[in-house]
């Protein structure tokens, strides 16, 4: 069972942008891609780079599928599930997200998901 913390305001992110928080343990990249309040988590880390940058990255859409697309080496990093366009060995941790108020609150545990062979 996870429990849930609030990170920020649903308007504290721009459209089409994400933001990087400290979830418990974790660096959480936060993703709005349009205006409304759906928002999207995934793990921050590249596990390309092993860097800090995923929150940085741009959101595309491929396949009728949102992807953000990593900045340093560009492999693509699906919104919904963390699965990896490039190589499924390098999918990342996805977090489950509930906008209440205005008020994005993200699971501390991340979501257990199986993402080998789900494209």
Not at 15 to 33: D, H, I, K, M, W
Request: contains cysteine.
């Amino acid at each position: 069972m996870s429990s849930w913390l609030a990170v920020c305001h649903v308007d504290d992110i721009i459209p089409g942008t994400g933001v990087c928080a400290l979830v418990g343990e974790a660096q959480v990249a936060l993703f709005r891609p349009y205006a409304d309040q759906q928002i999207f988590a995934l793990s921050n880390i590249d596990p390309f780079a092993q860097a800090s940058v995923l929150s940085r990255g741009l959101i595309a859409e491929h396949n009728q599928q949102l992807w953000i697309v990593s900045p340093l080496k560009k492999q693509h990093f699906r919104l919904s599930d963390g699965y990896c366009l490039e190589d499924a060995e390098y999918s990342i941790a996805s977090y489950s997200v509930k906008v209440e108020s205005g008020m994005i609150h993200v699971a501390i545990a991340a979501n257990d998901r199986n993402c080998s062979g789900d494209e």
